[in-house]
């Protein structure tokens, strides 16, 4: 047989469905509960009177007991509930203890609709959403209000022109993204995006990419008063300088010390960060070539970047470089690839795996800067 415990469980259970229907205006009591079997030899009858001590009759509020009369052969004349049930608003709400943030959610509710009532869907399915944001509805609104009329602003969230507080919408980024997704139409939301500033058309502060101009006439042809410089990504994706040879290499000290080469640009890739250039499209007609330490993850690095890029030729990442610097070859402390990987040659996977069974690195500061120099000179594609 069911007990009180068991009662309040199932009526917070439902408290959801009890918000939609005040959201839907249907009935929800009265709200029954199931009795539960009662054992045959009244052994429950100690239960039976701990459930009416709890119930509506003595307490004033919560759930009614309706009994019923039956007879046995043992104890004669018995009652034994035949119904549970909550019969009214205000006994379910005292019972979960909800009746302040019900009427919260009811005011809640009243000015979304108001203004918004095509939010009603998004109600329907977010209930414990309204209560979650009790009170902070009027400038939630407000947020959307301005979105639905300024649907790609363009603007860092802190220029927006919204009569909230400055980290309003900074703080509240979760729920408003739910909202704006609803409110919206599909095409004017960037629905590949997981952040909330690329996803609704806001400027943010983008990843930089550095580069040094490696040939002095790309500086005269490009009008740069300058041949090292830093760029937001978006900035960068203007630039549009197929033409050039593009040498990425991980550390920043050898990216600082490249020597010039005939229409080349370098990029200070630093590490996995490399992955910012998926989205670089004209790079796709580039002749890149990609300089990183010899360990398992500069060639992971390189296989992360041809799969986005296929063409990338790797330079100064072959056996002869291991022989030619034996001696300063390390201890790799990081973690073990055992596997081949898809975008690397047979030679570079051998390396690879070399490598990896020894833990051995040879970091890029290991090469000799005559080296580099002589061996980047003699690239055929340079």
């Not at 009177?49 to 119930?55: A, D, H, I, R, V």
């Not at 490399?274 to 990183?292: M, P, R």
Request: aromatic fraction near 12%; charge should be neutral; include cysteine.
């Amino acid at each position: 047989m069911i007990n009180p415990t068991e009662i309040l469980k199932k009526s917070q259970k439902n408290y959801p469905k009890f918000l939609i229907s005040l959201i839907t205006q249907e009935s929800f009591f009265p709200f029954n509960f199931p009795v539960g079997k009662i054992d045959k030899n009244f052994l429950s009858l100690t239960n039976i009177n701990q459930l009416l001590e709890q119930s509506k009759e003595k307490l004033g509020y919560g759930y009614t007991v309706i009994l019923k009369s039956i007879k046995t052969k043992k104890l004669g004349e018995q009652l034994i509930p035949d119904q549970i049930l909550i019969e009214t608003e205000s006994d379910y709400l005292k019972l979960l203890k909800k009746e302040k943030e019900v009427k919260q959610f009811k005011q809640d509710l009243q000015l979304i609709i108001t203004e918004l009532p095509q939010l009603k869907d998004w109600l329907i399915n977010n209930p414990l959403e309204v209560v979650k944001y009790a009170q902070k509805w009027h400038d939630l609104l407000k947020v959307c209000h301005y979105f639905i009329k300024n649907p790609q602003p363009n603007l860092y969230i802190r220029e927006l022109p919204i009569k909230v507080h400055t980290k309003f919408v900074e703080t509240h980024k979760s729920i408003l993204s739910s909202l704006l997704d609803f409110l919206l139409p599909s095409e004017l939301i960037n629905s590949t995006e997981t952040t909330f500033e690329k996803c609704f058309s806001l400027k943010y502060d983008e990843t930089l990419i550095r580069v040094r101009i490696l040939d002095q006439k790309l500086i005269i042809k490009y009008h740069l008063p300058f041949s090292d410089f830093t760029i937001p990504i978006s900035q960068f994706q203007s630039l549009n300088w197929s033409n050039c040879n593009w040498l990425i290499t991980e550390n920043k000290m050898n990216f600082l010390t490249l020597p010039p080469l005939q229409n080349t640009v370098a990029l200070w890739g630093g590490g996995y960060k490399v992955q910012i250039l998926k989205s670089i499209d004209w790079l796709s007609q580039s002749t890149i070539f990609y300089w990183g330490d010899l360990d398992v993850q500069g060639f992971k690095i390189l296989a992360q970047l041809r799969s986005y890029f296929p063409h990338v030729i790797s330079v100064m990442m072959e056996q002869e470089i291991l022989n030619t610097f034996a001696d300063f070859i390390g201890v790799d402390p990081k973690e073990s690839q055992s596997e081949n990987l898809a975008n690397l040659t047979e030679a570079e996977n051998n390396i690879l795996s070399y490598l990896s069974l020894h833990k051995k690195r040879l970091e890029q500061e290991q090469i000799s800067q005559n080296y580099v120099n002589n061996y980047l000179v003699k690239l055929r594609h340079i």
